[in-house]
């Protein structure tokens, strides 16, 4: 029996047609910016997202951080949420390596950050703060899209106040599909875009940074001095436009599992479904029953992320299916609470 992995949607694996892809890409030396299968990646995203030029990067991390040390300078400071990825799951890299403070904010139950607070943050032009550079958004954000009109207000807001927008849009097509919209509706409001491959889209590596060109070129050198630069990465490449090929509009079937799935669980004893959005569902059990759920689903190969606190997260992907979602839904109404 299979396991059912829902810690993540970075857990699934390239599909055979996908390594056929990998395995008769076209190669060069993506470093000295000869790789075709790369630059042709590059070129679709920024097309397709209607900006002028992208960059592949190995992990969405590094992307996030390239863009962030591309924006801003040693001293300057980037707002973001106190929950978003680029400032409590990466490290803490942009102030490590690029000198950068974030003024983090608490996000609103939506995920946006209320603007009101975003522009009393706005420091003044005085060498007692930090210069104000950046506003860093998410989406989407534990699995809830950005409403289309919050994105238009940031961007008029950091226009008024000549700040740069970025977005970690590491499922930024979960949101697209989600609204109904095509992915560059999105991505209009934004200075700069990172895409991830390897998450729902089922790549087993890379993201994508978009943004103007001289914006990317600056990416590109600290690439280089973060040791990002690969050399024969189409074959990974290959794996990313295969994805966009094939995995974008299916991402539809993951959110409609997730769906299926919290509704399947409303109602169980010992359990509360606290939320369910786009390819994710949130539930909570008492923190006393937390090793004993543990270890009845590993016993029935059913793999979540279960620390030490109520909350869990599970994650709708390419490798569940109806019947795995279904097994999921039946070892949870066997345990007994």
């Not at 990172?194 to 990416?219: E, F, H, N, W, Y």
């Not at 973060?226 to 189409?234: E, S, T």
């Not at 991402?251 to 369910?276: C, F, M, Y």
């Amino acid at each position: 029996m299979d396991w059912i992995d829902l810690r993540s949607d970075t857990v699934t694996r390239p599909s055979p047609a996908m390594r056929e892809a990998m395995l008769h890409a076209e190669v060069g030396d993506d470093v000295y910016g000869e790789d075709p299968t790369v630059n042709a990646l590059q070129q679709r995203l920024a097309d397709d997202l209607g900006l002028e030029a992208g960059l592949f990067v190995p992990s969405g991390t590094q992307s996030n951080l390239l863009a962030l040390m591309s924006h801003c300078q040693r001293g300057d400071e980037y707002i973001v949420g106190m929950d978003a990825h680029t400032y409590k799951y990466e490290g803490g890299g942009a102030a490590v390596l690029g000198s950068i403070q974030p003024q983090p904010l608490p996000q609103a139950a939506d995920g946006t950050l209320p603007l009101d607070a975003v522009e009393r943050a706005i420091k003044p032009d005085d060498p007692h703060y930090a210069r104000t550079r950046l506003l860093c958004l998410e989406n989407t954000w534990h699995g809830r899209a950005l409403p289309q009109d919050y994105l238009a207000a940031a961007r008029a807001l950091c226009d008024r106040r000549g700040l740069a927008l970025h977005l970690d849009g590491a499922r930024l097509f979960n949101a697209a599909v989600a609204q109904g919209v095509p992915a560059r509706t999105i991505a209009q409001h934004f200075d700069s875009v990172s895409v991830c491959l390897s998450k729902g889209l089922g790549a087993p590596v890379g993201s994508v940074l978009l943004g103007k060109r001289d914006l990317i070129d600056k990416a590109r050198r600290l690439r280089k001095m973060a040791g990002g630069g690969m050399r024969q990465a189409g074959i990974l490449a290959a794996a990313g436009s295969y994805a966009l090929d094939h995995n974008v509009a299916r991402l539809a079937d993951d959110h409609a599992r997730a769906a299926r799935l919290a509704e399947g669980l409303r109602g169980l004893p010992g359990l509360e479904v606290v939320g369910q959005h786009t390819n994710m569902v949130f539930i909570e059990v008492p923190a006393p029953r937390l090793q004993a759920l543990k270890a009845h689903m590993d016993a029935a190969r059913v793999r979540l992320s279960i620390g030490y606190t109520p909350g869990i997260r599970m994650v709708l992907h390419l490798d569940i299916d109806d019947a795995g979602m279904q097994r999921t839904i039946e070892t949870f109404r066997s345990f007994k609470t």
